[in-house]
C-alpha cells in the first residue's frame, strides 16, 4: 500500500498537535516513527486510523485521496492500528472479542466466522493464543497478539504499531519483531512508532522524527544513533547524575511482607530501606509494583507480615497514620489520582498544608504559593487551575505538595509521559530530598531511567519480587532478562 | 470579547426560560386550558396581595434551606436524594419535642428552642444513616435515601394514625395542633414569621462563609472534585462525606422544624410538602451556587403559592407549578449542553 | 395448596411489568446509559396508556402509547446525554419529577373512570399442565409476553452478534467504535428500544393489574426506584432481573399474607417494606465492595478470605464498565 501524507494540521484546543506534517511510506516497508512523549506521533497515526479526524490536509492511499471520518473507513481501505492501550473487549472471550468485529465495515464476507484462517495467522506468526480463554487474563504482550493476528485476518494492508514495546516481555519482544519482519517481506506497509531508538534500528529500513508536532528529519538504515538524537530533542542530552546519598541507617524495614488481591500475590517481601536511599522498581507494568507501593502507604492492606518504622509496626495502619509519619505515595495517574481538576494552584497549596486552621488565611497561602511557584519552577499561576498545566508542570506540582521533609516518598512513575528535560530537573530536586535523608522508593518502565537514578533495584515478575540488586555495575542485559521471567533463582 | 461571551450565555439562559415557557404552554393546551390565563393567575396568585407576596417568603424559608443543605452535599458531589426524609425527622422529632414539653409549664420559647434542637437532631439521624449505608455498606446514596425518604413517609402516618392520633379520629389532616403560644410568631395578619425569615437568611450567610472562606468548605470541595487525590493531601473523603451528610441533615432538620414549628402547627402525612426535592432541582439550576439560590429559590416558592390558585380559577390542577419548575431546569440544562457544543466547535474553527 | 397457586399465578401476573421494566433497564444501562427517570416514567406511561385505551376503546393502542411514551424518554435522555454531554444522573432526576407531575396534570380528565381492560386468556393444552398449567399458563397476554421477553432479551444479550455489539459498546466504547461500530447510535437505540420496555410497565398496571387511573393514589410511585435497584441486584442480566422481580413481588405479597398474623404491625409498615427490602438486596450486593471489608478480608487466611470473593463474586457483578459515561473519541 502506498501511503501519502500531505500538509496534515491537528489542534486539541490551543495546542497544535501535527504542525504541516507531510510524508510519503513505500509499500513492504517499515517505517519507524520517532519522537519523544509529546511530539505528535499518536495523533498523527489516529488521523491516518481514523480514530480522530484532521483539521487539514489530505491523505492518498495508493494514488487516491480518501477522507477518513472513522476507524470503519480505515478499515474498508485495509488500515489498521494497534493502540498503545489495546483496543479490545477485557470481560469477553478472545472469541468473543473476535466475533463482535462486524459487517459494516464492509471488508470480506464474514459471515460466518473462519476460524481456521485464525489459526494459521497465529500460527505463521509463532502466536499461541487460546481461542476460548479471556482478554481480561491475557497479558499485554498477548493482548497486542490478539489485535495483530485479528487485524490480520481482517487483511489490512497498512498496520500501525503504536509503542507496541511497552510493557511487554522480552520473549514477547521477539515475537513480535520476527513477525513484523516476516510481514514486511510478504508486502505489508508497517508504520513502527517509538521513543526507543534500539528498536527501530534493529527494525526499520527507514525513520522519520517528529518533534513538538513538525516533522522534523528522515533518515534511512543504517541510522546514526547521535545523529536520531539530536533530531528527536534538538542537541545531544545527557543525564545528570548526581551523588549517591545513602547512608546504612534502616528507615523502613519490611519483614515477611505477604499482599494479596484477586489479580496478584506477591510473597514473603524481607528489605532494609535506608535513610537517603533510592530504591527503583523494575518490572513490566502490573507485576505488582502497584500493590507494593501502596501496601508500603499504608494504602493498601497487607495480608501478613510486618512494616517497621523505627519502633513501631506499621501492619494494619491506613494511610493518614502513614502519612502524619512522613511516609507519602505519588501516584502514576496526575490528574485522576493526585490533583483536583477545577480547582487553583493556590487552594492545593491550602489543602496540603498540615497546619490546622479552621480559616483560610489568603495572606498566607498567597506567600506559599509564589514560594513553591517559584521554587519547582511551575509554568503556572496562583490561580491556573491544575488541568491547565502541562504534564511537566502537574508533576512538579504535585511534588511541591508534598510536605518537607518527607522520611519515605513512594512514587509511581514518577516521570512517566515527560520529556529528558523534566525528568532530569524532577530527579534533580528528588536527589535534594536525599541528602536530606529523605528515602525514596520509585517504579520505573525505564531501564535507563532505574540504573541511572536507584542506589539498589528490586525487580518484579507476576509478582515475584527479586533480592535487592546493586544497581552500581549491574548488567542491563540481565536486568532484562529478569524482567522478562528469566535467570530467576528456583 | 469577553463581553460578547457573556451576552451569549446570557441568551442561552433566557432561552432556556423561554423554551421552559413554550413547554409548559404545549401542556396547558393538550389540557383544553388557556396558557395565558393560567400563566397570569400564577402571576398574580403570588404577587398580587401584600398577604400573598409573604406567603411565598414563607414558602421560601424552607425552600432556601433544604436548599442550604444540598448545596453542601452537591459541593462534596454527593446526591443527597434522602433530603425529604430527613426532613420528615426533622419534623417529627420537633413534634415529639413540643408533645413532651408543651405540658411541662416551660417558657414558650425555651419549648420552641427545643423543638428546633430537636428538628436538627433527627435530620441528622436520617443523613448519618444515608451516609454509613454508603460508607459501610457500599449502597449508593441516591437508593439508600430514596428508601429512607419511603421509610420515613410510612413513619409519619404511623404515627399519626397511631400513638399520635387525634382525639376521636385519625386522619389524614394530621395530628392534634399544637397551642398557639408555642407558635413561632408571626407578623400580625401574615403568616409569615419573622424568626424563620432570619434563621434562613442566616443559614445562607453560614453556608457561603463555610464553602468559602473555611479550609473545611475547601476540603469538601476537593472530596467532591477528586476524592482519590483528597487521600493523598490526608484527607479521608469517607469522613469528610458523613460531615457533609450531617451538614445537610443540620438544614433538612431546620426545614422540617420550620414546618412545624412555623408553618403547619402540627404533623402531617406531607410534612416536607416536596421542599426537599425542589431543593434539588434549585441547587441544579444555579450549578450549586449558594448566593444564586437565593433569588431562584424565591421564584420556585412564588411558582408554588400561585400554583394553588389555578384548582380555583380554572379547575385545573395545581401539579402545573411542579411541570413549570422541573420543565425550567431541564430546558436550562438542555441549552447549557448546546451552549457548551457551540463554544466547542466556535474554539476548533477558530484555530484552522 | 390450590389457593397458593392461584396466589403464586397472582403474583407471577404482578410481577410481570417490574420484570419487563428491569429488562428495559438492563438494555439501557447494558448500552452505557443509565435510565434514572424510570419512576417518574412508568406513572406517566400508566396514565397515557390508560388514556389513549379510553379515548380508543383498543386496549393495544393504549400498550402502544406507553411504549412510545418510554421510547421518547429514551430519545430525550440520550440526546441530552450523548449529544449534550450532559450529567445522566441530574438530568434523569429531572425528568422522574417531570414526567410524574405531568401525568398527574394532565391525567385529571381520566381520574377514576372505568376504562378497557387486558382480559385472561389460558393457553390450550399447556394450561392443562398440572402445576404449571395455572400457575404459568392462566395469564393473560401480556403475562406471556414478558415469558418471550425474558428468555429472547437473554438469548439477544449473550448469545447474538448483535448483543456482543451492545455489551461491547457498554464496555469498552473505544474499542468498539475503533472496529467500526457506530457508539452512540447504539447508545441511541437501546436506551429507546429500553426505555420503551419501562413505558410499557405502565399500561401493564393501568390496563391490567391495577386497572384505571387514579392520579396520585394510583400507587406506581415507588416501583421505577424499585426496578432501578432489581437491576443493579440482576447484575445487569435479564435471567437473574427477572428472578429479582419474582422474588421481590413475592416478598411483598407473603408480607401482606402474613399480616393477618401479626395483626399488631401497622399496615403502613408493610406498605414500605418493599424499601428497607431494596436497601437491604444493595447492601448485600454491595457491601463486599468497600474499603473497610477489604481490608478486613486482607488479613484473613486464605481459604477463608477466597471463600468470601467467590461468594462476594456470586453477589455482585461488576456493572458496565462505562455506565454513565459519555464517548469521546479522545
Known amino acids: ?490 | 470579547m469577553s463581553k460578547n461571551r457573556a451576552f451569549i450565555n446570557f441568551l442561552f439562559r433566557i432561552s432556556g426560560v423561554i423554551a421552559a415557557l413554550l413547554f409548559t404552554a404545549l401542556v396547558l393546551l393538550i389540557a383544553k386550558a388557556n396558557p395565558w390565563e393560567a400563566f397570569s393567575n400564577i402571576f398574580l396568585g403570588a404577587v398580587s396581595t401584600p398577604i400573598k407576596i409573604a406567603d411565598s417568603f414563607v414558602a421560601w424559608v424552607p425552600l432556601i434551606l433544604a436548599t442550604c443543605g444540598l448545596v453542601i452535599t452537591f459541593t462534596t458531589g454527593l446526591w443527597n436524594i434522602g433530603i425529604e426524609g430527613q426532613i420528615s425527622l426533622g419534623a417529627i422529632m420537633t413534634t415529639w419535642a413540643l408533645r413532651l414539653l408543651q405540658d411541662s409549664g416551660l417558657p414558650p420559647v425555651v419549648i420552641i428552642l427545643a423543638g428546633f434542637l430537636a428538628g436538627i437532631a433527627g435530620g441528622i439521624v436520617w443523613a448519618l444513616l444515608a451516609g454509613m449505608l454508603k460508607f459501610y455498606g457500599g449502597v449508593s446514596e441516591i437508593f439508600a435515601g430514596l428508601g429512607l425518604n419511603f421509610i420515613a413517609t410510612a413513619l409519619t402516618l404511623w404515627l399519626i394514625f397511631g400513638p399520635w392520633k387525634r382525639a376521636g379520629v385519625a386522619s389524614m389532616s394530621g395530628t392534634e395542633p399544637f397551642d398557639m403560644s408555642i407558635w413561632l410568631p408571626t407578623l400580625t395578619g401574615y403568616r409569615l414569621s419573622i424568626w424563620s425569615l432570619i434563621l434562613a437568611v442566616v443559614s445562607v450567610l453560614i453556608v457561603y462563609f463555610i464553602l468559602k472562606h473555611t479550609v473545611v468548605g475547601l476540603r469538601l470541595k476537593a472530596v467532591g472534585k477528586n476524592y482519590k487525590a483528597a487521600i493523598q493531601m490526608g484527607i479521608s473523603p469517607s469522613k469528610y462525606m458523613l460531615l457533609s451528610f450531617v451538614l445537610c441533615g443540620v438544614f433538612a432538620g431546620l426545614t422540617g422544624a420550620v414546618q412545624v414549628l412555623g408553618v403547619y402547627h402540627r404533623l402531617i402525612p406531607s410534612i416536607s410538602s416536596g421542599y426537599g426535592f425542589l431543593g434539588l432541582l434549585v441547587a441544579m439550576l444555579v450549578d450549586y451556587q449558594i448566593v444564586w439560590a437565593v433569588p431562584m429559590a424565591l421564584l420556585f416558592a412564588a411558582l408554588n403559592i400561585g400554583g394553588i390558585q389555578l384548582p380555583i380559577m380554572m379547575k385545573i390542577d395545581s401539579t402545573l407549578s411542579g411541570v413549570m419548575q422541573s420543565s425550567l431546569v431541564l430546558f436550562f440544562m438542555l441549552m447549557d449542553g448546546v451552549r457548551k457544543k457551540i463554544l466547542k466547535k466556535e474554539e476548533e474553527q477558530s484555530n484552522e | ?330
Open chain 3, 1 to 330: 395448596m390450590n389457593e397458593f397457586l392461584t396466589n403464586m399465578a397472582g403474583v407471577i401476573a404482578a410481577a410481570t411489568p417490574v420484570v419487563v421494566a428491569v429488562i428495559g433497564e438492563t438494555f439501557s444501562e447494558r448500552s452505557g446509559v443509565i435510565n434514572l427517570s424510570a419512576n417518574g416514567l412508568i406513572v406517566l406511561a400508566a396514565m397515557t396508556g390508560f388514556a389513549a385505551a379510553y379515548l380508543t376503546g383498543i386496549v393495544w393502542i393504549g400498550l402502544l402509547a406507553g411504549f412510545l411514551t418510554g421510547a421518547i424518554a429514551g430519545l430525550l435522555i440520550s440526546f441530552s446525554s450523548i449529544s449534550l454531554k450532559q450529567s445522566q444522573v441530574a438530568v434523569g432526576f429531572i425528568l422522574s419529577l417531570l414526567f410524574r407531575d405531568l401525568a398527574y396534570f394532565l391525567g385529571t380528565p381520566f381520574m377514576v373512570i372505568p376504562g378497557p381492560t387486558v382480559s385472561g386468556w389460558a393457553i390450550p393444552l399447556l394450561k392443562d399442565i398440572p402445576i404449571l398449567g395455572p400457575l404459568l399458563f392462566d395469564q393473560n397476554v401480556l403475562v406471556y409476553f414478558s415469558y418471550i421477553l425474558i428468555i429472547a432479551s437473554y438469548y439477544w444479550i449473550f448469545h447474538t452478534r448483535q448483543g456482543l455489539v451492545l455489551r461491547g459498546v457498554g464496555e469498552q466504547p473505544i474499542s468498539a467504535y475503533s472496529r467500526g461500530i457506530d457508539v452512540n447510535r447504539q447508545r441511541y437505540i437501546y436506551t429507546a428500544l429500553g426505555s420503551g420496555l419501562i413505558g410499557l410497565a405502565g399500561p401493564m398496571y393501568s390496563l391490567s393489574i391495577k386497572a384505571g387511573w387514579n392520579g396520585t393514589m394510583t400507587g406506581l410511585d415507588g416501583i421505577g426506584w424499585i426496578v432501578l435497584s432489581i437491576t443493579i441486584f440482576g447484575g445487569w442480566n435479564p435471567l437473574r432481573g427477572s428472578f429479582g422481580g419474582y422474588l421481590f413481588v413475592f416478598l411483598q405479597w407473603l408480607g401482606l399474607a402474613l399480616q393477618s398474623y401479626w395483626t399488631n404491625v401497622p399496615s403502613q409498615v408493610l406498605q414500605v417494606a418493599p424499601f428497607p427490602l431494596m436497601i437491604l438486596t444493595l447492601l448485600f450486593v454491595n457491601i463486599g465492595d468497600t474499603e473497610w471489608v477489604t481490608r478486613m478480608l486482607a488479613t484473613l487466611p486464605r481459604g477463608v478470605r477466597g471463600a468470601f470473593y467467590k461468594l462476594f463474586r456470586f453477589l455482585r457483578k461488576p456493572p458496565p464498565a462505562s455506565l454513565g459515561v459519555p464517548f469521546e473519541r479522545e
Open chain 1, 1 to 490: 500500500m502506498h501511503i501519502q501524507l500531505k500538509n496534515i494540521h491537528k489542534y486539541f484546543g490551543s495546542v497544535h498537535a501535527n504542525n504541516d506534517v507531510s510524508l510519503t511510506i513505500e509499500p513492504g516497508q517499515i517505517l519507524g516513527l520517532l519522537g519523544e512523549n509529546g511530539a505528535g506521533k499518536s495523533t498523527l497515526m489516529k488521523i491516518l486510523s481514523g480514530l480522530i479526524c484532521k483539521d487539514s490536509g489530505e491523505i492518498l492511499i495508493n494514488g487516491e485521496e480518501q477522507d477518513l471520518k472513522s476507524p470503519a473507513d480505515a478499515l474498508r481501505l485495509g488500515i489498521g492500528m494497534l493502540h498503545q492501550d489495546p483496543h479490545d473487549f477485557p470481560s469477553m472471550t478472545i472469541r468473543e472479542d473476535l466475533q463482535i468485529w462486524d459487517q459494516r465495515s464492509g471488508r470480506a464476507n464474514h459471515s460466518a466466522v473462519d476460524w481456521q484462517a485464525l489459526m494459521k495467522i497465529q500460527e505463521d506468526l509463532g502466536f499461541n493464543l487460546d481461542l476460548d480463554g479471556s482478554v481480561g487474563e491475557l497479558t499485554v504482550g498477548e493482548r497486542q497478539q490478539l489485535e495483530l493476528a485479528r487485524l490480520l485476518w481482517l487483511g489490512v494492508e497498512l498496520l500501525i504499531l503504536d509503542e507496541p514495546t511497552t510493557g511487554i516481555s522480552a520473549s514477547q519482544q521477539e515475537i513480535l519483531f520476527s513477525a513484523l519482519k516476516k510481514l514486511a517481506g510478504q508486502g505489508k506497509t508497517i508504520i513502527f512508532v517509538s521513543h526507543k531508538l534500539e528498536e527501530v534500528k534493529e527494525l526499520c529500513s527507514r525513520a522519520v522524527v517528529l518533534r513538538k508536532g513538525c516533522l522534523i528529519g528522515e533518515r534511512e538504515a543504517p541510522f546514526d544513533e547521535n545523529d536520531l538524537v539530536k533530531l528527536m530533542f534538538g542537541r545531544q542530552i545527557t543525564r545528570t547524575r548526581t551523588a549517591h546519598a545513602g547512608t546504612r541507617d534502616v528507615c523502613l524495614s519490611v519483614q515477611k511482607l505477604n499482599i494479596e488481591d484477586f489479580r496478584i500475590a506477591i510473597e514473603n517481601v524481607n528489605f532494609d530501606l535506608y535513610a537517603g536511599e533510592v530504591i527503583g522498581l523494575a518490572g513490566m507494568e502490573g507485576s505488582g509494583q502497584r500493590q507494593f507501593l501502596q501496601a508500603l502507604a499504608g494504602m493498601k492492606q497487607p495480608s501478613s507480615g510486618h512494616i517497621l518504622f523505627g519502633d513501631e509496626d506499621l501492619f494494619g495502619k491506613n494511610c493518614y497514620d502513614y502519612q502524619k509519619l512522613g511516609i507519602f505515595y505519588v501516584p502514576s495517574a496526575r490528574m485522576e489520582e493526585g490533583l483536583v481538576p477545577g480547582m487553583t494552584l493556590e487552594e492545593h497549596y491550602i489543602l496540603s498544608d498540615c497546619e490546622k486552621r479552621v480559616f483560610i488565611d489568603s495572606k498566607k497561602s498567597h506567600k506559599v504559593t509564589e514560594d513553591r511557584i517559584q521554587r519547582f519552577n511551575i509554568k503556572g499561576r496562583a490561580v491556573t487551575f491544575s488541568e491547565e498545566l502541562s504534564g511537566g508542570n502537574q508533576q512538579r506540582l504535585l511534588l511541591s505538595l508534598l510536605q518537607d521533609p518527607a522520611k519515605v516518598l513512594l512514587l509511581e512513575n514518577p516521570t512517566r509521559g515527560l520529556d529528558i528535560e523534566s525528568t532530569n530537573w524532577i530527579w534533580s530536586i528528588l536527589r535534594e530530598r536525599c541528602q536530606a535523608a529523605t528515602s525514596i522508593i520509585f517504579s520505573s518502565a525505564d531501564l535507563d531511567e532505574l540504573t541511572f537514578y536507584a542506589d539498589r533495584i528490586l525487580v518484579f515478575f507476576s509478582g515475584r519480587i527479586s533480592e535487592p540488586l546493586d544497581s552500581a555495575g549491574l548488567d542491563e542485559e540481565r536486568l532484562g532478562r529478569m524482567i522478562g521471567g528469566k535467570d530467576w533463582p528456583k
